[in-house]
């Protein structure tokens, strides 16, 4: 008998450290603003989950429309499912020949690209073969066989992936590649989202893209203060939605979570999750429930919060590290916290059957042998 679990939030594959999360995760954080009254808000299905985005008092009807027609956009450019979209575009001509696509895809695989050269070639985006065989998220994901995970991983490879930022064009040099850049691009469409209610002149809002959360701006409301933070709950991996192991108290940066609990389906007693491996194609088990990781922007988080966990504790952490301005949570089975020194200054733990190892918090933030650190791709 065949289990199947999902949860809202749409992703794609992630691949770090021969790694790749595939997946659709629930919202990973639980924000609460503050505000005495319940603010206005408006939610949407879009980019294959539910999108909210909350202006509290500043919301009018045009500016919400302009919002979620950017996302709805973006979703048209950068969608692996659609056969419509631009990395469909790109899928479809793999071994044949560069194709010209819209320049927000362009940035967004110059992006993946450099991630996955800072990292020395951990991050992939060209992990859509993996994905696919699996089906997770899908209706019949399944167990493949090892020569079907072996021919998988055989045409996974970023360095073939040609991206020509002059020409506007991109390329996948061997036929049965395909791109997948779920792991980065909703990161992008948050950061969009935040740029638009910057140049609308909003001082504070909630962009929630099913679970990649932006806590923009500053809070607003009767009786704030003018520097008040924003509260964002790290869900539990081990208990129900909405039950949150601690609060992030952040102002104006992104969070994102992946876990072990965000998508999954069960077989022969067996749970199998989304965060895949591509040094042997399976998923990941390597002790973490889950990562998440706060970055000023959405961008950064999203690709680093699966790129992390699919590393493990050591790697990803220095990772999260080489990024300027990142922090990150590191959830254990064994209900253990490993937690970056800024990451700590921002957290309260509410749930006391976790503990955290403050003896593993570093002094000084590190670089992995071979990369240097590297700014945010993209910046609102």
């Not at 993946?112 to 992990?127: H, K, N, Q």
């Not at 998988?152 to 490879?157: G, H, R």
């Not at 500053?218 to 081990?238: A, F, H, M, S, V």
């Not at 200054?345 to 059957?353: G, V």
């Amino acid at each position: 008998m065949r289990k199947i679990g999902r949860t809202v939030k749409t992703g794609a594959a992630k691949n770090m450290g021969g790694v790749c999360g595939a997946f659709l995760l629930l919202p990973l954080v639980f924000f609460t603003a503050g505000c005495a009254k319940a603010p206005s808000s408006q939610a949407e299905f879009v980019m294959g989950t539910v999108c909210t985005v909350n202006l509290y008092n500043r919301g009018t009807p045009a500016l919400y429309r302009k919002v979620f027609a950017r996302l709805r956009e973006l979703e048209g450019i950068m969608s692996a499912n659609r056969e419509d979209s631009d990395v469909a575009l790109i899928n479809r001509n793999a071994g044949i020949g560069p194709v010209a696509v819209r320049e927000e895809l362009v940035e967004v695989l110059a992006a993946a690209l450099d991630y996955a050269e800072r990292s020395g070639g951990a991050f992939d985006p060209t992990v859509g073969p993996l994905v696919k065989l699996w089906g997770i998220g899908g209706e019949n994901p399944r167990i493949p066989g090892d020569a079907e995970i072996r021919e998988a991983l055989a045409l996974i490879n970023w360095r073939d992936l040609l991206v020509d930022r002059a020409a506007g064009t991109a390329f996948l040099k061997r036929p049965g590649m395909a791109l997948d850049p779920g792991a980065i691009a909703k990161g992008y469409a948050a950061d969009e989202a935040a740029r638009l209610l910057r140049e609308a002149g909003i001082p504070g809002a909630i962009i929630d893209l099913g679970g990649n959360i932006f806590a923009y701006g500053r809070k607003t409301g009767e009786g704030l203060g003018r520097n008040e933070p924003w509260r964002i709950g790290i869900q539990d991996p081990l208990a129900d939605r909405g039950v949150y192991i601690g609060i992030l108290e952040i102002r104006s940066q992104s969070v994102v979570t992946s876990g072990v609990y965000e998508r999954f389906f069960e077989a022969e007693g067996k749970r199998y999750h989304h965060i895949l491996s591509v040094q042997d194609g399976r998923p990941v088990d390597n002790g973490l429930l889950s990562v998440t990781i706060i970055a000023d922007h959405s961008t950064d988080a999203d690709a680093l919060s699966t790129a992390a966990f699919a590393l493990g504790y050591a790697q990803g952490r220095a990772l999260v590290e080489s990024v300027p301005g990142a922090e990150a949570v590191f959830v254990f089975a064994d209900k253990s916290l490993r937690i970056t020194p800024g990451a700590l200054e921002a957290f309260t733990l509410r749930d006391e059957t976790y503990r955290i190892l403050t003896s593993s918090i570093s002094k000084t933030r590190k670089v992995l042998p071979g990369m240097a650190p590297f700014p945010a791709p993209w910046s609102p």
